[in-house]
């Protein structure tokens, strides 16, 4: 049986537990914790046994494993590829105002807090000691900005989903005064375009309605960044998929997120919708923050 197996990891509070959830919901076979000494017993079993997960594995891996097994990981992933395991790392992340907001709501204990550890330092360290596995990370999501149900929306819709193409590629859009997503591949700036925000009548509307795509269709220069964006993603995603690729973030800002990068985002999914080896998808990062006065 050909397996795939994801491993799960990321900062405490990120939502690693949300997402393996959502995993096992999906027909995963989900062990949170597993020490990684143990994941080719798991393997194994799970090969031999009649289990109707269609051979697919998540497996949460966080500072519980201990320095030692984390520092081996890269050797880990290498042997089980050589061992024909489809294997996949997931990072999930998130800013220390959120992390810190999230830990002193829940009022849970930190796993690196419990010697006495203040809860900035545990969330410091903690980052440091996952850094070489975010480098390893095959697919990276950025919770921090993300509802509970957004990040189980997000995961049922990338890493979930029966893949019968290679690449996922997904669309972001987002606002610039709300920072830029860590989690990309390619970012394009768009705010040299005309922004329907100063446009009367037309603030409240996003890019996925029609009076602002109306509104952009007339300027040239919105059609010419769409050309140049897709004609770069046509030149280098070849190179990606030959490079076996699984994941592709492509995020697009503009200075509010919800008018010229939402309608760019929209275009763009649209126009790879139907391309060979890829499924798309969209995520418009900034449609659920309230309007303030200044996009």
Known sequence: MNMRLLLVSGLSGS?????????????????????????????????????????????????????????????TLARLRANDVQVEVVFLQSSDEVLLRRYHHTRRRHPLARKGLPLVEAIAMERNWLGHIAALADVTIDSSRMSMHDLARTVRNRLAAKRQKRLSLLFQSFGFKNGSPVDSDFVFDVRCLPNPYYEPGLREYT????????????????????????????????HFLEDHRNYLTVSIGCTGGRHRSVYLVDRLAKAWQSADNVTVSTRHRELDTPLTDAE
């Open 15 to 75: 939502g690693k537990t949300v997402a393996l959830n959502t995993l096992e919901d999906a027909g995963f076979f989900c062990v949170d914790n597993l020490p990684l000494a143990l994941l080719d017993a798991l393997i194994q079993e799970l090969r031999d046994s009649t289990h109707r997960n269609e051979g697919c594995i998540a497996v949460g891996v966080d500072v519980r494993s201990g320095l030692h097994a984390l520092g081996a990981l890269a050797a």
């Open 207 to 238: 890019g996925l309605e029609a009076p602002v795509a109306g509104f952009l269709q007339t300027h040239a220069e919105v059609a010419a960044m769409f050309d140049s964006i897709h004609s770069h993603l046509q030149q280098w995603l070849p």
